[in-house]
C-alpha cells in the first residue's frame, strides 16, 4: 500500500545508472502481470541508448525530459497474442498492458526509482525509431531512473465519488 500511495509521476532524473539487480526486479514486477487467460501479450523495449532516446523526444511531442533519465521503457503489445473477446467486444490488451505498466511502475516506487506514464506520443514515430512492427501497438512509454525533484501531491476523488453497490449510480 505504500508504494501505492507514494507513486507520482516523476519529470527529473539523476543521470544515475540504475543497478541491474532493481531493474531485474521492476521487469520482472511487469511480468508477473495478471493478464487475460495469462497470455502476457506484451513486449518491452528497454531503451538506455542516448542516441535512440533523444530520437524519441519528437516522437514524444518533445518532452525533453524523458531522456534524462538513464532508461526509457516502450510499452508495446502484441495484438495477436491477446484474448480476442474480453467483455464480448474487445480485445484484452489495453487492459492487460496497463496492469502490467501499473506493476512495474509500482515495484520501481518500491526500489527508489521514478516513473511517468507517457501517453502523449505520436504511435508511427515511436514505431520507427525502435522497429516496432506494424502488427504491434505501442501503448504507452515511461522513463525509469533515480528522481531528481520532489514529487508534488495532487488529491484524489473522495472514495464515495468513485463507488457504488449493486447498481451503477
Known amino acids: 500500500m505504500e508504494a501505492i500511495k507514494i507513486r507520482r509521476s516523476i519529470r527529473a532524473y539523476k543521470p544515475t545508472p540504475i543497478p541491474e539487480e532493481k531493474l531485474r526486479t521492476v ?24 542516441d535512440v532516446k533523444r530520437a524519441l523526444i519528437p516522437a514524444c511531442n518533445n518532452q525533453k525530459w524523458m531522456a534524462e533519465a538513464p532508461i526509457i521503457i516502450a510499452v508495446c503489445a502484441v495484438q495477436d497474442e491477446a484474448f480476442g473477446m474480453m467483455g464480448g ?24 526509482l521514478g516513473t511517468c506514464w507517457i501517453g502523449a506520443f505520436s504511435e508511427d514515430k515511436v514505431k520507427t525509431v525502435l522497429n516496432v ?11 525509469l531512473g533515480f528522481p531528481n525533484e520532489e514529487p508534488i501531491s495532487k488529491g484524489r476523488k473522495h472514495l464515495s465519488e468513485l463507488i457504488c453497490y449493486n447498481q451503477y449510480k
Open 27 to 50: 521487469l520482472n514486477a511487469a511480468r508477473l502481470a495478471p493478464s487475460a487467460k495469462n497470455l502476457q501479450p506484451w513486449k518491452l523495449v528497454i531503451v538506455r541508448d542516448e
Open 133 to 143: 512492427p506494424m502488427d504491434v501497438k505501442v501503448v504507452a512509454l515511461t522513463p
Open 89 to 112: 467486444y474487445m480485445n484484452s490488451y489495453p487492459v492487460d498492458v496497463a496492469i502490467a505498466l501499473d506493476h512495474l511502475t509500482l515495484a520501481a516506487v518500491n526500489e527508489g
